[in-house]
């Protein structure tokens, strides 16, 4: 593939340009290198980079004034589960890139071939993504949460779920990180709000009282110069008041371009919008940032509520974030409760407002237009907690 040294410093330096500083590209010897990733969070974002070292590859190379085309084949082993030494991932590595070569020109494949089954099926997905939204695939489920203090209904929770033609129910899980990677985010941004916004008029219009529906945001979504403006333009058409909107951002959107985010979240805050920080305790935010912004709830990530029966730490972390949120005049939701010994914890602990499977799981609108009727249910799994607290 590259015969002379000239030729090889050209490849290499394509290389490094597809990968970050904390990576290794060696020369393995002839034609072949070898790329240690350091840093990639899943082994599927392994074939981001292979996919764009490719690309690069493919692009001619321009030598003494003539154009020449190579063809390349990546092969993928993933520590520790290919490998858990230096020798057994090159082998590895190597069985897989034959597997590549085998293949055709230009393509990566991966040692595990459930990974390249899931890399395969993300594509499909990302495919039939684009043509969701114009096909009316979305539907928005809601989850309802309730607050300690009158034990009534505070607010549910939309979630997206994408009805594919030819499969079940996807999961957001499943297609929001596409939806980022390929920018569909921002429309199917946007439509959430707007579903969300018609379907709290579509309540209040049959007389039933939901104070606040959250919507999630993605990072993307966040960042986008058009955010503010797009959501003024959709409570204008909707004739929604904003008070009944909160958005659930989560801790790492905090953390870049401080300005700008406290930008935004004050534009928010000015137009009456309630901020939520989403799967609070999982990031890395610093805390002393979290007084800068005009935040109103921090929602504590469900795997603390998880194991705050069986587990000290967990216990004490939900402690210290509702003392803390306290002390700065935010309220707490707790999610992911199941079991009555949680919520029981959680009412000793202060906690404000509580979501979960004991309540109930994310459901249609019409899901939460029946629970409004009974009601009663769900408020009396409070009641009967908070008066055995206090007796
Ligand atoms: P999230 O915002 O933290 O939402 C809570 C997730 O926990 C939901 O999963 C919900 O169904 C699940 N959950 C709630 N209570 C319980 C419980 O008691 N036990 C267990 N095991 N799970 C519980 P879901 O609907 O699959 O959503 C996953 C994530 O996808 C959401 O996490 C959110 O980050 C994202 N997402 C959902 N809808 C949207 C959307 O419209 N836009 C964006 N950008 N992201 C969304
Ligand atoms: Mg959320
Ligand atoms: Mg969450």
New binding site residues.
């Given amino acids: 593939m590259c015969p002379s040294k000239g030729d090889n410093s050209k490849v290499t330096k394509r290389l490094l340009d597809c990968v970050r500083a904390e990576d290794t590209v060696a020369r393995q010897g002839g034609d072949e290198f070898i790329i240690v990733l350091n840093s990639i969070g899943k082994s599927i974002d392994a074939a981001k980079v292979a996919q764009k070292i490719l690309d690069t590859l493919e692009l001619p190379f321009c030598i003494n004034g003539n154009e020449f085309f190579i063809g390349s084949s990546i092969g993928i082993a993933v520590f520790p589960n290919d490998g858990s030494d230096a020798e057994t991932l090159l082998k590895n590595s190597d069985v897989a890139m034959y597997h590549a070569k085998e293949n055709g020109r230009s393509n990566f494949q991966f040692y595990t071939e459930g990974l390249n089954k899931s890399f395969h099926e993300r594509q499909a997905l990302s495919l039939d993504l684009r043509y969701a939204l114009a096909r009316d695939e979305f539907v928005l489920?809601y989850?309802p949460l309730f607050s300690g203090v009158d034990n009534q209904l505070y607010g549910v929770?939309?979630?997206?779920r994408w009805q594919h033609p030819e499969r079940d129910m996807v999961?957001?899980?499943k297609f929001?990180s596409l939806a980022e990677e390929t920018g569909l985010?921002i429309p199917i941004?946007e439509w959430?709000i707007e579903t969300a916004c018609k379907q709290i008029n579509a309540w209040q219009a049959q007389g039933y009282c939901v104070p606040r529906v959250a919507?999630?945001?993605?990072a993307r979504?966040f960042q986008d110069n058009k955010l503010v403006s797009n959501i003024s333009r959709i409570l204008k058409k909707t004739g929604v008041e904003s008070k009944y909107i909160a958005l659930?951002i989560t801790e790492s959107m905090l953390v870049d371009n401080i300005e700008r985010v406290i930008e935004t979240l004050s534009h928010l805050n000015e137009m009456g919008i309630h901020i939520s920080i989403?799967?609070f305790g999982t990031g890395y935010s610093s805390l002393s940032y979290l007084k800068q912004f005009p935040i109103n709830t921090l929602k504590i990530d469900?795997s603390f509520v998880r194991d705050i029966v069986v587990d000290k730490s967990d216990y004490a972390i939900v402690s210290a974030i509702i003392a803390m949120a306290h002390s700065l005049e935010m309220e707490v939701v707790a999610?992911?409760?199941?079991t009555e010994e949680q919520l029981n914890i959680l009412l000793r602990q202060k906690c404000n407002y509580f979501?979960?499977?004991?309540f109930s799981?994310?459901v249609i609108a019409s899901g939460v237009e029946r629970f409004l009727r009974k009601k009663a249910q769900c408020v009396n799994k409070l009641k009967v907690i908070h008066s055995k607290i206090r007796s």
Avoid: F, M, T, W
Avoid at 355 to 358: D, L, N, P
């Fill in positions: 489920y989850q929770e939309a979630l997206i999961a957001p899980d929001i985010i941004g959430v919507i999630n945001l993605s979504q659930e989403d799967d469900r999610e992911g409760i199941e979501q979960g499977y004991y799981k994310p």
